[in-house]
């Protein structure tokens, strides 16, 4: 059984387009994470969600918006793509937040704008 | 913001060597954890070191919390090819998890 899981696993697209990930995890934990990892394998954090709610949003542009209609799913809209959005998006969950949590990672979402 | 850094960047070594990787920062973490990330996968998570002056042993694998809680070390006895992948230290800052940009570890037959 798959803990954390996203679709697309990749996805190649023009720019300008509207597209989402989907994000699913099944450990039944209260938080969920959107992570961004470049060309040059930096990981960042976008976004994360505790029982529904924000509690982390990075300097992310207004395009990207998150949903989490409940707590074992957290989507991920892009509005108008650029070439710089290409990387791979990687959803995530833990228990809880904080220091010591184990972060499960789903196996990325590979986009490509061209 | 607190950056963890790691070095070397890249390293590459033929099979059989020992190597250590460092995680480095000047903000002291309750908690450090290291990940490894094969491609085309997500990280998966090796250790949790919580207390300074830890030592935890996987394997092969030794990592070791310093004193001050401020840097974490990865030392590999007798590298295998399974050993290759992208090893990420993360730390917590307040509710986020932070990760440093990795080792990407090589390990030639």
């Known amino acids: 059984d798959t803990a954390v899981s996203q679709t697309p696993k990749y996805l190649v697209t023009q720019m300008g387009n509207d597209k989402s990930i989907k994000c699913e995890q099944n450990?039944?934990?209260?938080?969920m994470y959107w992570y961004k990892q470049d060309s040059k394998k930096f990981l960042k954090i976008m976004f994360s969600?505790?029982?529904?709610?924000?509690?982390i949003n990075e300097t992310v542009p207004n395009r990207f918006s998150p949903k989490s209609p409940d707590k074992a799913h957290l989507n991920l809209h892009i509005n108008s793509l650029e070439l710089g959005d290409s990387a791979v998006y990687f959803c995530?969950?833990?228990?809880?937040?904080?220091?010591?949590?184990?972060?499960?990672f789903g196996e990325g979402s590979w986009l490509t704008v061209v | 913001t607190q950056l963890l850094e790691q070095s070397p960047q890249f390293l590459s070594i033929q099979e059989g060597e020992n190597l250590t990787v460092y995680c480095n920062s000047s903000?002291?973490?309750?908690?450090l954890q290291w990940y490894r990330q094969e491609p085309g996968e997500g990280p998966v998570l090796l250790v949790t070191?919580?207390?300074?002056?830890e030592v935890k042993k996987l394997k092969r694998l030794t990592f070791q919390f310093g004193d001050a809680r401020k840097d974490s070390s990865l030392h590999i006895t007798a590298a295998q090819p399974g050993d290759t992948g992208l090893y990420l230290c993360?730390?917590?800052?307040?509710?986020?998890?932070?990760f440093g940009k990795g080792t990407r570890l090589h390990i030639l037959p």
């Open positions: 903000s002291v973490f309750s908690s």
């Open positions: 995530a969950s833990s228990q809880t937040t904080g220091s010591g949590n184990t972060i499960y």
């Open positions: 450990l039944g934990h209260d938080t």
């Open positions: 969600y505790n029982n529904k709610e924000l509690i």
């Open positions: 993360a730390g917590a800052e307040g509710d986020k998890i932070i």
């Open positions: 070191v919580v207390t300074g002056g």
